[in-house]
Nanobody, 119 residues
């Protein structure tokens, strides 16, 4: 089992920056990738960025060039630095960890942290 706790959400002005952090606990040695997803009101949860244990990042088109994901495998933390924020970035942001066990992937989620970008 993996437990995830996010922090860093809040209200930010258009064009501003925000840093989200996630701390994992539990069987952290089994974590293959950590990532960030977001869910806006009335919309599905979508991937924003994720990073494997080897440090290979993947970004959504909307995040490329503005957001940066980092990860500390030893501390089992992930950070999402968000710059040039827009009202469209307003959403609940969730930390995700994928564990590979017996060849199967299992996803764990944090409780979410709200980011609101004012225009």
């Amino acid at each position: 089992q993996v437990q995830l706790v996010e922090s860093g959400g809040g209200l930010v002005q258009f064009g501003g920056s925000r840093r989200l952090s996630c701390v994992a606990s539990g069987t952290i040695a089994s974590i293959y990738s950590m990532g960030w997803y977001r869910q806006a009101p009335g919309k599905q949860r979508v991937m924003v960025a994720r990073m494997t244990t080897s440090g290979d990042p993947t970004y959504s088109d909307s995040a490329k060039g503005r957001f940066t994901i980092s990860r500390d495998n030893v501390k089992a933390t992930s950070t999402l630095q968000m710059n040039s924020l827009k009202p469209d970035d307003t959403a609940v942001y969730y930390c995700q960890a994928r564990v590979i066990r017996d060849g199967e992937g299992y996803d764990y989620w944090g409780q979410g942290t709200q980011v609101t970008v004012s225009s």
